[in-house]
């Protein structure tokens, strides 16, 4: 069973820094897109960024510069760190198994206040 536990959302001032943990567990981490997806309020499931199992990135327009994905593949932990963030960074976030968004956890907040 797939199962995706994310954590570290809070609340964070405009311009500060928050860093999102995803636990894996119940498929081969180390072999798998892993995938950010988050959901801004009263909006739709956006893609943040994704990692091959390898290490290869992908960032979304607006967050390219400001947030960085990475993974361990030793501990199936799956990270997004999040830098200069905006008060439109304002979403729950999820970590998601492969490129979409099917398989994913429950979410953390994120609230980026002014």
């Known amino acids: 069973e797939v199962r995706l536990v994310e954590s570290g959302g809070g609340l964070v001032q405009a311009g500060g820094s928050l860093r999102l943990s995803c636990a894996a567990s119940g498929f081969t981490f180390g072999a798998t897109y892993m995938t950010w997806i988050r959901q801004p309020p009263g909006k739709g499931l956006e893609r943040v960024a994704n990692?091959?199992?390898?290490?290869?990135?992908f960032y979304a327009e607006d967050v390219k510069g400001r947030f960085a994905v990475s993974r361990d593949n030793t501990k199936s932990m799956l990270y997004l760190n999040l830098n200069n963030v905006k008060t439109e960074d304002t979403a729950m976030y999820y970590c998601?198994?492969?490129?979409?968004?099917?398989?994913r956890g429950q979410g953390t907040q994120v609230t980026v206040t002014p």
């Open positions: 998601s198994k492969g490129t979409g968004w099917t398989d």
């Open positions: 990692i091959s199992p390898s290490g290869n990135t």
